[in-house]
Structures are given as structure tokens and as C-alpha cells.
């Protein structure tokens, strides 16, 4: 059985009850993949690792022409399959077993995965399958929560993180995650009224942050509380060890870009050299 198993059911309580599988903003995903370009993608091959509900490639199956896979390892492919449409391909099947997954599937000229790798026993393991799963030449893309920046997390919410995820998922979501919602809403919205009178760099907690969550409404700050709580893994992943992945052989070392995203999250990626 997979070392993920028990994250994977977990997030499925998230996703099969989540107010709606479609969360995100078109804004919110092509922001999380950029530097891609939807208007490179089309006609090409693209594959999601860890696809959740199929939030993000409900966004991209919107743009003709492009060839979508998810997968994940949870039940909430059930979830995903009914919110794509059928000529988006969804496999249960665990991530990080990349030689199954290429007898399966083969290649992709595009492999991402957001939100993810940090979420891993062994997220080294979910880096090789997004390498591994790119065909030489194509590009592959991750977000994952950064040690930097995340202190407050680290220091406040890890605790009952380790504490919520074991109880009934619902109990967690009612009557953990939910109260919890109430004063991080009004403080991403505080940041954001700082910001319009003018204070844009604020040296306060996450407050970067707080700024990119202000625009969504109140459901969508209760899922992110939730989802912080659901899962049983949580690492958060120092720039240092994102540079050591990306000095893979199969990388094409010009390729490659890290950057911080919101002042708490890695955005990184490349190109496989064409072999
Ligand atoms: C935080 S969610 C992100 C979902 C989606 N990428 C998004 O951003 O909405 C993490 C997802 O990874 C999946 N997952 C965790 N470990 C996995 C594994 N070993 N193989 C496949 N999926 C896995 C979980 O089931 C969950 O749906």
C-alpha cells in the first residue's frame, strides 16, 4: 500500500464535500503555473499530478485543444471525473510510483503539480515522477509551501494540524476549521484595506499572503483552513533543497527558476534536455 494512502483519503474528505470542486479563479491557476503560458499549451500533452477535485484542470480544459491527464491517489477522482468533462483522462493511481504510471501513460509534454509535493512522505520521490513523467525536451512545473515565510504556520498551526487531522473530518471542518475562518477572513481583509490607504509593504505576517486570499469570499478561506488541517503530512520545503532537486541530470540547467510566491510558497520548474 502507498506511504500516501492515508494523506490521499483524507484530502478526499476535503474534496467529495468541498462547496464547490471547481475552487479557483482562472486568474488563481494561470497564476500558479506561470511562467507557463496557457496559449503554449494547446496541442500539447498535460499532466496534473496529485488533481484534488480537478479544480485546476476544470480552468485549463476550457482551452481547446490540449490533452489532460489528473492523477490522484484518493477516491476524490470520483469528484474530479464528474466535474471534467470525458475527454479529460482521470487515473487513480500513487504519484510517486512513476515507473507504473509511464507503462500506463507514458510521457507528457508538460507535468505539473501544485500544492503536492510538500504534502508527501517522501516528497523527493513526487519531484523524480514530475521528471520522470516529462518527455525530453517538455516542461515540468511544481508549487509547494516554503520553510520561508511560514514561521507563524510552523510555530501556531502545525500543532493542530497534528492534533485535527485525527479527528472525524467533519468535526474538524465544523468545529476546528470553521471558527478559525472567522479571524483569518477579517485579517486578510484588514490587509487588504491596508494596502488600498496605501501601506503595501507591511512587514507583518504573511501578509503578501493575505492580500492574494482577500479577493475570494469567506467559503474559499474556510476550504484553505480546512485543507491545512486535513492531512495527517505537511513538510515545508527550504529554497536550499528545491536547488538541490533541480541539479537533476535530466535538466537542462538554463532552464531551470525558483521563485517565491506571496512570500510563503516555491514556485519552480524547467525543461528535460532532449536526449
Ligand atoms: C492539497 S491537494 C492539491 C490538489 C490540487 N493539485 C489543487 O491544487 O487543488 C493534494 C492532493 O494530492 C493527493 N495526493 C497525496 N499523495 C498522493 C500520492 N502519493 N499519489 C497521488 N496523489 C496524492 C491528495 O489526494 C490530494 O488530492
New binding site residues.
Partial sequence: M?K?FE??KK??NS?NNVYNPS??TYEQVTEWIAPWNVNEMKGQSVL??????G??LDHLQKICNISLTG????S?VDTARKLLNENVNIIQ????DHKYILSLLGRFDRCY????LH??REPQK?FESLIELTKPGGYFHAWVYAHEGNWIVRIFVEPLRIFANQIPWWFNKFIIALPLSVPFYFYAKLCSLLKKFGFSNLRIPLFDYMLWISIRDFRFHHHVVF?QLV?PTTHYIKRERIEKWLKHPLIEPDSIYIKFRNGNGWKFGGRIKTR
Fill in positions: 502507498s500516501d494523506t490521499a484530502f478526499s474534496w475552487v479557483y496534473e499530478l496529485g488533481c484534488g477535485s479544480a485546476i492523477i490522484d491517489l484518493g476524490c493511481a500513487d504519484l510517486t503539480t501544485i500544492g503536492v504534502h508527501l513526487g485543507d492531512t
